[in-house]
């Protein structure tokens, strides 16, 4: 599951080009020059691929949406209807340019993980791809306007953070196949693409889909009878092959979600610190995945060597001086420390009890001390807790210490 943020506002940059809205109608659509596909692969991008704003089914988005599904991303709801109908996002829109950058490498992960190792998602060991694959998108908007004589009003760029169903559109084009873990599997790259798109009043040609010549379906075209990934999920979070309820799933949890994580779930996080990757990981598919060229990533490897101690003794100014630039800034610090306290409560190392004591009696932020709570209530250090339970004043924290005496007390 990617990250969502405020969408982008598309290009800034002003043309002299006259606007297709003003140029005469072209009688026929534009087939995908090979100059175009070779202009934009120039520019990092490692699949790049041209479908039709109207082509095929919509996906169940609003059935989705219904369920709750969605947990508290409001702005999956909010732009519901240009997720389902571009034209609404770009007057006019015809075609959707859609590239990918994959981020497999052959270096992650660096080495075998000790027990108590925090697990990040892979992407997040990178800069933050919104910021290093935009400089691209504006070049591919450039490369349009040369190559095509239409103006900036003429296209909208994103990559994963504006009202694009990216997933569905990338399939539709043929950059890989909607999985049972509703993630896009490429032939090529595996589980492992970063997704941008170019939204454009031009008409192109459209690629063809992924096909089986033996059936049509929408979710796990190529999966065959694998359900590795369903298998695999530690909070178990599918509700069906390819429908993700995003109030289990330890990525949204860890990252998404800003407030208390469901004590039911704490334990299928295990050792996740930001995102999780287990339905990415146990894919067949992935053993065809290349290495991708990273022209527009930028590894940040170092971030997988920090320990969980060195995580729980963080304070904002070393926050944010380690994680500038990087996806997990947008975690904050009260947000990392609370991740941060789950994993501690599940690698069962005592020797982070002195640094989980402390977020739990003295942290400013209930946040932190509730989950800190937790965490040294799993690793026995509960009876250290019983003067600052008596004193706590904060219902989020009060909460925490009701449940975990109940639940000493043997009360459900």
């Known amino acids: 599951m990617t990250s969502q943020s405020e969408a982008s506002a598309g290009p800034t940059i002003e043309s002299t080009a006259t606007s297709r809205a003003e140029a005469p109608q072209m009688l026929a659509p ?3 020059q090979p100059a175009l596909r070779a202009q934009l692969g120039s520019l990092g991008f490692d699949d790049v691929r041209f479908t039709s704003v109207t082509a095929g089914p919509q996906p169940p988005l609003r059935e989705w949406l219904a369920a709750g599904m969605q947990a508290e991303m409001h702005w999956m709801e909010r732009t519901a209807d240009q997720r389902l109908d571009p034209r609404l996002v770009l007057p006019g829109a ?5 590239l990918g950058v994959s981020y497999w490498s052959d270096q992650l992960p660096l080495k075998k993980p000790a027990a108590t190792t925090p697990h990040w998602a892979r992407y ?47 399939a539709r084009a043929g950059l890989g196949f909607t999985g049972k873990n509703a993630m896009l599997i490429s032939r090529r790259h595996g589980n492992w693409l970063f997704l941008a798109s170019i939204l454009t009043t031009l ?13 049509t379906r929408a979710v796990g075209l190529l999966c065959g009878k694998c359900t590795r990934c369903l298998d695999a999920c530690p909070t178990q979070a599918f509700a069906a092959p390819g429908v993700l309820d995003a109030r289990r799933c330890v990525s949204y949890q860890t990252i998404e979600n800003k407030g208390v994580i469901p ?6 996080i295990g050792h996740r610190i930001y995102g999780c990757d287990v339905c990415l990981e146990v894919c067949p598919w992935n053993r065809f995945a290349q290495e991708g060229r990273h022209l527009l990533l930028a590894a940040r490897y170092d971030v997988a060597a920090l320990s969980l101690a060195e995580i729980l003794a963080i304070n904002p100014t070393r926050f944010a001086e380690v994680f500038r630039r990087t996806p997990i800034k947008r975690l904050k610090w009260a947000g990392l420390l609370r991740n941060a306290c789950v994993v501690a409560g599940n690698v ?7 640094l989980l004591l402390n977020l739990a009696t003295t942290h400013a932020l209930p946040l ?14 509960h009876e250290a807790l019983t003067a600052a339970s008596t004193t706590e004043t904060d219902p989020v924290v009060q909460a925490e210490y009701a449940a975990e005496t109940a639940e000493r007390s043997g009360v459900s």
């Open 30 to 32: 534009l087939s995908p």
């Open 94 to 98: 015809r075609s959707l340019i859609m």
């Open 124 to 170: 997040a060991l990178h800069e933050d791809y919104h910021d290093t694959i935009k400089p691209a998108l504006v070049a591919a908007g450039r490369a349009l306007e040369t190559l095509y004589g239409v103006g900036a009003k003429d296209y909208r760029y994103y990559v994963d953070t504006g009202p694009v169903l990216e997933r569905s559109w990338a």
């Open 203 to 215: 008409e192109f040609v459209p690629d063809a889909p992924v096909r089986n010549r033996f059936e």
């Open 263 to 268: 004590r039911e779930l704490r334990a299928g």
């Open 348 to 354: 069962g190392d005592r020797t982070l009890l002195p």
């Open 368 to 381: 932190v001390r509730a989950h800190a709570v937790w965490a040294v209530f799993r690793l026995g250090g």
